[in-house]
């Protein structure tokens, strides 16, 4: 069972580096057959564990006028349902990438996606604020992303092989 807990934590390590490998490729670095590996993704798949192959993308790249804000939540925990109801409320907006309960001084942190800060805040004054149990908000803006997903997104210096200077 141990041999297989790990087997199974080494393939979701790898496809969560890079879901491109192929079953030959899993099936090299654990040291058993292709046909095992595909059976052992696809039992994994098939329970829920993998719920979904991502590509990360440097949307800066793409469309720098894109804005991400990180919004505090603070809310009163329905009774039975605790936050569920409220979180569920929020993520089916289709701007809201995430949401999260956390702990600290807010509840929720809610990630949303927007082309302008202007759009943002009417997001959170008018559908997120206004929601029965939230009782305060706080919004971040993003205002670089180093990394995401496992996935360095700036390009790192190379090797300085000069001396330091010193005064």
């Known amino acids: ?38 059976a052992i993704v696809a039992g994994l798949e098939r329970r829920g564990v993998i719920r979904a192959y991502r590509t990360v993308v440097d949307w800066d790249r793409v469309s720098p006028d894109r804005v991400v804000a990180f919004i505090d939540v603070s809310v009163t925990p329905q009774r039975d349902v605790g936050f569920d109801q409220v979180a569920a409320r929020i993520y089916r907006h289709p701007e809201v990438r995430s949401v999260h309960l956390v702990s600290g001084g807010h509840d929720l942190r809610v990630v949303v996606e927007g082309p302008t800060i202007r759009e943002i805040s009417a997001f959170v004054g008018e559908k997120l604020a206004p929601i029965d149990h939230v009782t305060a ?27 330091p200077v010193t005064p």
């Open 1 to 38: 069972m141990k041999v297989e807990a790990e087997r199974t934590r080494k393939i979701l390590r790898a496809l969560e580096a890079d879901a491109r490998r192929t079953p030959a490729d899993l099936a090299a670095l654990l040291g058993i057959g292709a046909d095992e590996a595909a």
């Open 137 to 163: 908000t706080n919004t971040h803006f993003l205002l670089k992303a180093y990394k995401e997903e496992h996935s360095i997104l700036v390009e790192e210096p190379a090797d300085d092989d000069r001396l």
